[in-house]
């Protein structure tokens, strides 16, 4: 399965909280695979809300988004959403959170899945000539929601959840990204990679 298996019982955040990180997650991954058929309209405020914001961050920065995806292709082995797991956990690693730490996460996951269906031809599924274990778009959403689930649950909860999500991006909405953007180099030793650069807004 796409997700670490320490934390699957007992779960403590909100059935509702973590269907919404899945359905938010799942749509932006979604999203970024309809090309070039038209996308569904959004789901939900929140999913609307990310379509906008993560789409804003890969724009501005789309080439380097998009050498991440590569390298992290290029160097997980076995399994994808592992690989994901390891480079959240670098990701967080300095005690720092904010939604524009989890809108870089999302931009970063819908790069990933587009360059997966590139590679297999079709939409995010098996591909036997490749050595990752097959992923979806469905499994790299869960395993987003999960990884916040079992380390992020009180922030979530903190602040306001998906509610809390909108209003910052009403507050982000006509704002300059420059003043607010700042870049962290993420180690991911056990995927291989030297470093991962991340664009996070604050």
């Given at each position: 399965m796409c997700r670490e298996p320490s934390h699957i019982a007992g779960r403590k955040m909100s059935?509702?909280?973590?269907?919404?990180?899945?359905?938010?997650?799942?749509?932006?991954?979604?999203?970024r695979c309809s090309s070039p058929h038209p996308a569904p309209p959004p789901p939900s405020e929140p999913a609307?809300?990310?379509?906008?914001?993560?789409?804003?961050?890969?724009?501005?920065?789309q080439a380097r988004f998009h050498a991440l995806a590569q390298s992290f292709l290029r160097?997980?082995?076995?399994?994808?959403?592992?690989?994901?797991?390891?480079?959240?956990?670098?990701?967080?690693?300095?005690g720092h959170f904010n939604w524009g730490r989890v809108v870089s996460l999302f931009t970063f996951?819908?790069?990933?899945?587009?360059?997966?269906?590139?590679?297999?031809?079709r939409s995010p599924g098996p591909d036997p000539g490749r050595q990752q274990e097959p992923v979806s778009c469905r499994e790299l959403a869960?395993?987003?929601?999960?990884?916040?689930?079992?380390?992020?649950?009180?922030?979530l909860?903190?602040?306001?959840?998906?509610?809390?999500?909108?209003?910052?991006?009403?507050g982000a909405r006509g704002a300059s990204?420059?003043?607010?953007?700042?870049?962290?180099?993420?180690?991911?030793a056990g995927v291989g990679i030297a470093g991962l650069t991340f664009l996070?807004?604050?």
């Open positions: 059935c509702g909280l973590w269907k919404e990180t899945v359905a938010v997650a799942e749509d932006y991954m979604r999203l609307a809300a990310m379509r906008r914001l993560a789409q804003d961050v890969e724009s501005q920065h160097h997980s082995q076995t399994d994808l959403c592992t690989s994901l797991w390891k480079v959240m956990d670098e990701m967080v690693g300095d996951a819908g790069v990933l899945a587009r360059q997966l269906q590139e590679q297999q031809g869960e395993t987003i929601a999960d990884y916040l689930e079992k380390h992020k649950k009180d922030w909860q903190e602040n306001d959840g998906w509610d809390g999500f909108c209003n910052y991006a009403h990204q420059d003043s607010s953007m700042k870049t962290a180099l993420v180690a991911v996070l807004v604050r």
